[in-house]
């Protein structure tokens, strides 16, 4: 068994890439973009727009994100249980609309430009490095 304790950042991702990080997109992002599509039902979407005033009002905003620099942000694991409790209801979401999601835990997020209470956010290179099919590893019959 995995001890996720041993990590210090935790980030939800997807599958689509954001264009300027060439990075998988964070929750809000997701999030957003159903809202953007109008893909919600009403009711739903009054339930995002609550969870994301609620995560502006209580989770900094890098300034980095703001101007939409090749960043992604990772929330501190330590600090993560009460961002986890209110994002909840945002994965419940993905998941009603049948929207993938991953939690991905790592100790190496990239070169740390913000920091605060409960985030960091790390520059991304913008590469995508696709590496060669290496030779099976499994035993032959």
């Given at each position: 068994?995995?001890?996720?304790?041993?990590?210090?950042?935790?980030?939800?991702?997807g599958?689509?890439?954001?264009?300027?990080?060439?990075?998988?997109?964070?929750?809000?992002?997701?999030?957003?973009?159903?809202?953007?599509?109008?893909?919600?039902?009403?009711?739903?979407?009054?339930?995002y727009?609550?969870?994301?005033?609620w995560?502006?009002?209580?989770?900094?905003?890098?300034?980095?994100?703001?101007?939409?620099?090749?960043?992604?942000?990772?929330?501190?694991?330590?600090?993560?249980?009460?961002?986890?409790?209110?994002?909840?209801?945002?994965?419940?979401?993905?998941?009603?609309?049948?929207?993938?999601?991953?939690?991905v835990?790592?100790?190496?997020?990239?070169?740390?430009?913000?920091?605060?209470?409960?985030?960091?956010?790390?520059?991304?290179d913008?590469?995508?490095?696709?590496?060669?099919?290496?030779e099976?590893?499994?035993?032959?019959d």
């Amino acid at each position: 068994m995995i001890n996720l304790t041993h990590y210090k950042y935790v980030r939800i991702q997807g599958k689509e890439l954001a264009k300027n990080t060439m990075y998988a997109k964070g929750v809000f992002s997701m999030c957003w973009q159903l809202v953007q599509d109008d893909a919600m039902e009403e009711e739903d979407r009054d339930l995002y727009m609550e969870i994301d005033s609620w995560f502006a009002e209580h989770l900094p905003w890098p300034p980095q994100c703001k101007k939409q620099e090749p960043v992604i942000c990772w929330f501190k694991v330590e600090k993560a249980e009460e961002m986890m409790k209110m994002i909840r209801p945002a994965l419940w979401l993905l998941e009603k609309y049948h929207h993938e999601y991953y939690l991905v835990f790592t100790n190496f997020p990239g070169e740390i430009v913000y920091e605060d209470e409960y985030q960091v956010a790390a520059l991304t290179d913008g590469e995508i490095r696709i590496a060669e099919v290496q030779e099976s590893w499994s035993p032959e019959d």
